[in-house]
T-cell receptor
Framework: QKEVEQNSGPLSVPEGAIASLNCTYS??????FFWYRQYSGKSPELIMS????GDKEDGRFTAQLNKASQYVSLLIRDSQPSDSATYLC???????????FGTGTSLTVIP | KAGVTQTPRYLIKTRGQQVTLSCSPI?????VSWYQQTPGQGLQFLFE???????NKGNFPGRFSGRQFSNSRSEMNVSTLELGDSALYLC?????????FGQGTRLTVV
């Protein structure tokens, strides 16, 4: 059974702080990992993808992958009120083509 | 490069009716997946089409069906609508790895 789990939150951080979002997944078969941001009433927007262990940085966003511990995280540095959204973690196992989504973590950045 | 286009954006239907939603993927993408999103259930996978063939299917009743055309455009159909089918329906277009979502169709069943 392939499962992706996220803490639903809500997670609140002050403006300028680092927001840390976590995601765990089942099954250690090789995978691809994605983070999506979804504003209320809008569709999910891809913000990061990561395929190998370690860190991947893109602007204020850093994705961290640890396959041995089966978790992937997203760090948002210098958080802004515009980062307030739900963040969805998605995993695609190489044994199939389907994306499995977590239920999302709601982030609020307080000005 | 055009994004993923879903039509219509909003729909209001009556219980028992049927509805067809359309999704045009990013040019060159052959995979189209459909999801249902509700506040309580999150993103639920409906099915995926690749080169006109259904490749994966989620755990939804047979009232939910789909197809894909030779130009990769996809449609999903829901027959005998129920109140519980009210949701945001999203399609995702995928090339080799990353998937990109359309703006969704918000369906309200009354």
């Amino acid at each position: 059974q392939k499962e992706v789990e996220q803490n639903s939150g809500p997670l609140s951080v002050p403006e300028g702080a680092i927001a840390s979002l976590n995601c765990t997944y089942s099954d250690r078969v090789s995978q691809s990992f994605f983070w999506y941001r979804q504003y209320s009433g809008k569709s999910p927007e891809l913000i990061m993808s990561i395929y190998s262990n370690g860190d991947k940085e893109d602007g204020r966003f850093t994705a961290q992958l640890n396959k041995a511990s089966q978790y992937v995280s997203l760090l948002i540095r210098d958080s802004q009120p515009s980062d307030s959204a739900t963040y969805l973690c998605a995993v695609r196992w190489d044994t199939g083509n389907q994306f499995y989504f977590g239920t999302g973590t709601s982030l609020t950045v307080i000005p | 490069k055009a994004g993923v286009t879903q039509t219509p954006r909003y729909l209001i239907k009556t219980r028992g009716q049927q509805v067809t939603l359309s999704c045009s993927p990013i040019s060159g993408h052959r995979s189209v997946s459909w999801y249902q999103q509700t506040p309580g259930q999150g993103l639920q996978f409906l099915f995926e089409y690749f080169s006109e063939t259904q490749r994966n299917k989620g755990n939804f009743p047979g009232r939910f069906s789909g197809r894909q055309f030779s130009n990769s455009r996809s449609e999903m159909n829901v027959s005998t609508l129920e109140l519980g089918d009210s949701a945001l329906y999203l399609c995702a277009s995928r090339g080799n790895t990353e998937a990109f979502f359309g703006q969704g169709t918000r369906l309200t069943v009354v």
